[in-house]
């Protein structure tokens, strides 16, 4: 969806952007619960610390959103790519500790 918004804000229209800086708001409450929940967890030790790792790049996210613009600033959809891949390999991580049985 932020891919998505992001888009529309440079091809379509520019209220876009602020539907795109707007729209985390939605879910960025939920990380502080996932670390929260993960270091309390009995997770295998890769699944604890994902989330420390997420909260890590979704503040490098606010820093490079911040910055206006420059080499620091072009960062910003990189990152962007780098917290999809950590969800992916999160998800792949849960779904194996869970096909093996082991308690998540």
Do not use: C, D
């Amino acid at each position: 969806m932020q891919v998505f918004l992001a888009g529309f804000g440079v091809f379509v229209a520019a209220e876009g952007w602020a539907w795109h800086a707007g729209f985390v708001h939605v879910f960025e409450w939920l990380l502080p619960l996932m670390l929260f929940a993960a270091l309390l967890g009995r997770l295998p030790r890769g699944l604890k610390l994902a989330p420390v790792g997420t909260f890590v790049l979704v503040g490098l996210q606010y820093t490079t959103a911040n910055l206006g613009s420059g080499f620091v600033a072009a960062l910003h959809p990189v990152i962007a790519l780098l917290i999809f891949l950590a969800a992916l390999a999160t998800a792949r991580g849960a779904w194996r500790a869970l096909s093996r049985g082991e308690p998540i």
